[in-house]
């Protein structure tokens, strides 16, 4: 049809808009891929949201699971890259966002209405589960997110390596910092604390006698010792004895399984790839004193399952949490002691776990309960960005702890008073 | 053949004019104008001037965990980010990034472009060898950077080149004092878009007529740097002034290769990044960090505008 032609809904035109919309189909298509097409049984549908894990099969465990949930078609967002928290924080305020999801235990979230409590379905084995993750879910009595693993982060070292080098097992921050230089060699350096050094942060406020918050919701970071420690940091940072900017971070064990480092800190769930790789010549120990006084510290990471309170199928997302993580132990222990290695927050479990029972990893599982610290609710994204800053200022580009520490104040108080008033 | 003769002999009689009225309706030219076009504009609209306006609308509200706040705070979002230091040293980074970046690709593909445009052999491979980076993403080179090429550990490329001559592993990330982080970040975008701008460069020497050699030569200017000061960089100062404009734009909009090169940092955050994590990363505040995107597009509208009247961006040639 010539463009000049008055002529317009003749049948050829109409046939090329038939044509254009027809290609525009496929485009259409390809944004409208939300998870939620198909169903069950019942034709409902849920999605959920993981970050993805190192551990070589949990991927598809966790497909696993859902696809032998009957009362809904389950599909699972695997968020590889470490905008986990990025993208789960987006989706929740879109109608496509989760209905189950997996993060820690943090107050705004519940404030802000994002998450549903689920104490209905936990009440019944409540007692069953670690009281302390449970305290770390629980806001005005009401319990928010199930436990699914517990992940204490420890220091591992090379036995072999220390020994040669006439080193003991650190028990003071000051000793760890000795031993990094003398196990420093022209291949290898001493010790890895993360390629940005915030993975230990919670660990040196509490070796350093501290908290992140009181019993009061306030500031229990900001004490002469943890600037002392901070400063012991620095020395390390600027010695030259530890290991940074390597290809993969803390959290994953090939620093230390390939040479690189003689001691990395690193959770539980590397254990099984440390042992493969390097069988007995492995050896675990706590974060070191960094007071007078102070005790040795483990962080309980650990990972919970939430429901998206304002999701379209509440219920049906509970039922599904309930199903998964309340009465599937085959798959709690599974998911806990198959890939990785972590601690089943249930009781119940981790006493039948005979994986934990003997050698390093009942060590582990020592230390998890001697040393063991668990998340604060009350402390919030923005709070753990302020002390992770701490870390880059004060450690990294050397400004003076305390003023670091100032700074931090700031925005940690501005952000309890948003929370409590 | 003249054509001038036999215009009148060949005219084709006039057309006849319909004397049927013109159907109500869309003409064929507009329907087709929507059909192509409409869901373009549609998108346009859902995707660019919604959110812009939703933003503007967020900037004056308290929206911490949300985008459809109902607490009006008036402009305590803008004196927010304009106070916390962090956006403004944020808007420091920016001119340092842009203050490198800006006039190092500039030359460089200026230069690309005037050693591909004089080669007498494989001149198609050249172009096509500078050109292909900028078909790899951002996010894929920044890690290639970071875990290959700059890795800290003594098999990181650099690492490796420099234990040739003694010196010891560089910690180029890590590390802020020196500021080797500013090589990774500036070698990275060199890599990714100077082939680009090569090719806009290529076009501009091609358009510049030979005769204008030809007449510098027997006037007796010589080859070489001569020729090129006195002809063809004046000849390619409009190319040159686009070029400038955009390579502005895009440090503006750098994201990318600082959110993957760079994590927990308190420096090397450029606007962009800072907003990120204004609105997302940690503290989910989109009123603040809407605020600061109103701040950033209105101090981007001002520089380039500024930029275009000191450049001349958009004059026409008989103004150069």
């Known amino acids: ?421 | 053949m003249s054509t001038t003769t036999t215009r009148d002999a060949t005219r084709p009689a006039p057309a006849k004019v319909s004397k049927t009225k013109p159907r109500r309706g869309m003409g064929g030219s507009t329907f087709n104008f929507w059909l192509f076009t409409g869901p373009f504009l549609i998108g346009l609209v859902i995707f660019v001037y919604i959110p812009i306006g939703w933003s503007a609308w967020l900037s004056f509200f308290e929206a911490r965990y949300t985008v459809t706040p109902d607490k009006f705070i008036g402009f305590d979002n803008y004196k927010l980010m304009l106070t916390n230091g962090d956006f403004t040293k944020s808007l420091v980074t920016f001119t340092v990034f842009a203050a490198i970046i800006v006039p190092v690709t500039w030359a460089l593909s200026l230069g690309l472009a005037l050693m591909v445009h004089r080669l007498r052999f494989m001149k198609a491979f050249f172009r096509s060898v500078f050109f292909l980076p900028t078909a790899c993403s951002f996010v894929a080179a920044s890690l290639i950077w970071k875990m290959s090429i700059f890795s800290g550990v003594r098999f990181g490329m650099m690492n490796t080149v420099l234990g040739w001559f003694g010196v010891e592993n560089i910690a180029w990330l890590a590390n802020p004092n020196p500021p080797w982080y500013w090589l990774v970040i500036v070698t990275v975008r060199l890599w990714l878009q100077a082939g680009f701008y090569m090719i806009l460069f290529l076009a501009a020497l091609q358009n510049i007529p030979p005769e204008l050699y030809e007449a510098a030569a027997i006037d007796g200017a010589k080859p070489g740097w001569q020729t090129f000061r006195y002809i063809t960089l004046p000849q390619l100062r409009a190319t040159s002034t686009a070029v400038i404009l955009l390579l502005l734009v895009a440090a503006y909009q750098a994201f990318d290769e600082f959110f993957n090169l760079l994590s927990k940092t308190t420096w090397g955050r450029p606007p962009l990044v800072e907003l990120y994590y204004t609105a997302l990363g940690d503290d989910q505040d989109y009123g603040a960090g809407s605020a600061g995107a109103v701040i950033l597009t209105l101090l981007i509208c001002m520089v380039t505008m500024l930029q275009g009247r000191f450049l001349g961006f958009g004059r026409g040639d008989g103004s150069k």
């Not at chain 1, 389950?74 to 924080?89: A, C, H, M, R, Y």
């Not at chain 1, 501005?414 to 929370?419: F, N, P, S, T």
Request: aromatic share 10%.
């Open chain 1, 1 to 421: 049809m010539s463009a000049l032609s008055n002529s317009n809904w003749d049948r050829r035109s109409v046939l090329r808009a038939a044509a254009g919309l027809a290609a525009l189909g496929p485009l259409a298509a390809c944004g409208g891929n939300t998870g939620r097409e198909g169903g069950g049984s019942s034709g409902k549908g849920l999605v959920q949201y993981f970050h993805a894990y190192g551990e070589a099969g949990t991927q598809e465990a966790i497909k696993r699971y859902a696809k032998a949930y009957d009362e809904a078609r389950v599909t699972t967002q695997w968020i590889t890259g470490n905008n986990f928290e990025s993208k789960l924080f987006s989706a929740l305020l879109t109608d496509n966002a989760p209905d189950v999801f997996e993060f820690h235990p943090q107050l705004q979230m519940i404030k802000s209405g994002q998450v549903a409590p689920l104490d209905d379905i936990i009440a019944p084995v409540k007692d069953d589960f670690n009281p302390a993750d449970i305290k770390s879910h629980t806001v005005d009595g009401k319990v928010y997110g199930v436990r699914m693993i517990d992940d204490p982060q420890f220091f591992y070292y090379r036995k072999s390596v220390l020994e040669k080098a006439g080193v003991g097992v650190p028990q003071t921050l000051e000793e760890l910092a000795e031993a990094a230089e003398k196990l420093t060699t022209d291949k290898v350096k001493g010790l890895f604390l993360g390629n940005n050094m915030v993975s230990t942060n919670y660990a040196l406020v509490w070796a350093a006698g501290a908290d992140q918050l009181n019993d009061k919701n306030e500031i229990a970071y900001h004490t002469d010792d943890v600037a002392a420690a901070l400063k012991v940091y620095r020395k390390m940072f600027t010695s030259g004895h530890l290991l940074l900017d390597a290809p993969a971070d803390y959290w994953d064990p090939s620093a230390l399984v390939q040479g690189l480092t003689a001691i990395q800190w690193c959770g539980m769930w590397a254990m099984p790839v440390m042992q493969k790789a390097l069988g007995d010549d492995l050896g675990i120990f706590p974060f070191p004193s960094a007071a007078s006084g102070a005790k040795p510290a483990v962080y309980n990471g650990g990972w919970s399952m939430f429901v998206n309170a304002k999701g379209k199928n509440v219920d049906l997302a509970k039922e599904y949490v309930k199903w998964l993580w309340i009465d599937q132990k085959k798959y709690q222990e599974d998911w806990a002691l198959s890939y990785g290695f972590h601690i089943p927050p249930r009781t119940s479990i981790a006493e039948s776990a005979t994986k934990l029972k003997s050698g390093l990893p009942a060590e582990g599982v020592k230390l998890f309960t001697d040393y063991g610290r668990f998340d604060n609710i009350s402390w919030t994204q923005a709070m753990i960005t302020a002390l992770e800053e701490v870390i880059a200022n004060s450690v990294r580009k050397g400004m003076d702890p305390e003023k670091a520490l100032d700074a931090a104040d700031k925005k940690v108080n501005l952000e309890l008073k948003k929370l409590f008033g």
